[in-house]
């Protein structure tokens, strides 16, 4: 069974860092490309990011709002995503999800049950 | 890319049709999909590439369009189906979702 499990949200002061951790079992990490999508509260879905796989030199894109201040980076030995949040601003609280891309098609087939971030002071 | 999903809100009754509409503000082909979201959930996909259904997806849901304009439509509202639809582009980086239609119980 495919699963995902994020972890690394809480509460965090603007300005400051947060790293964001996804955990995939289930299926072979290492051939997807893997996603991050964010949802603000009661608001819609917004794409984060990608980072690609090792065949594809683990090139990453990502969305205008979030550039130059997030990276995403995996580990395949593990298994594991990551997020690495800087220079948050309060436009950034939304719960994350780590989605794995469906046949690297750029849509998402399996999804995490995400982890809140909250940036307040 | 934008993706305008409409209408915002649909009320409907099970056992009727529900229509939901998303249009691209550039041409995207067919690289669109729809996902379902209920509440406390996250998303599912339910369509991909304007028209194919993801695994398990009933036959009830089927979407079509190419182009700027597309339709997911659900031939006939099981009370399961009542959530909240997105649509999502993949032919342009940055991906895009459109706002959301919520489809609720009339």
């Known amino acids: 069974e495919v699963q995902l499990v994020e972890s690394g949200g809480g509460l965090v002061q603007p300005g400051g860092s947060l790293r964001l951790s996804c955990a995939a079992s289930g299926f072979i990490f290492s051939d997807h490309y893997m996603d991050w999508v964010r949802q603000a509260p009661g608001k819609g879905l917004e794409w984060v990011g990608r980072i690609r796989n090792k065949p594809n030199s683990y090139t990453t894109e990502y969305a205008a709002s979030v550039k130059g201040r997030f990276t995403i980076s995996r580990d395949d030995s593990k298994n594991s995503l990551y997020l690495q949040m800087n220079s948050l601003i309060t436009e950034d609280t939304a719960v994350y999800y780590c989605?794995?891309?469906?046949?690297?098609?750029?849509?998402?087939?399996?999804w995490g049950q995400g982890t809140l971030v909250t940036v307040s002071s | 890319i934008v993706l305008t999903q409409s209408p915002a809100t649909l009320s409907l009754s099970p056992g009727e049709r529900a229509t939901l509409s998303c249009r691209a503000s550039q041409s995207i082909s067919t690289y669109l999909a729809w996902y379902q979201q209920k509440p406390g959930q996250t998303p599912r996909l339910l369509i991909y590439d304007a028209s194919n259904r993801a695994t398990g997806v009933p036959a009830r849901f089927s979407g079509s369009g190419s182009g700027t304009d597309f339709t997911l439509t659900i031939s006939s509202l099981e009370p399961e189906d009542f959530a909240v639809y997105y649509c999502q582009q993949r032919s342009n980086w940055p991906r895009t979702f459109g706002q959301g239609t919520k489809v609720e119980i009339k």
């Open positions: 989605a794995r891309d469906f046949k690297s098609y750029g849509y998402y087939d399996y």
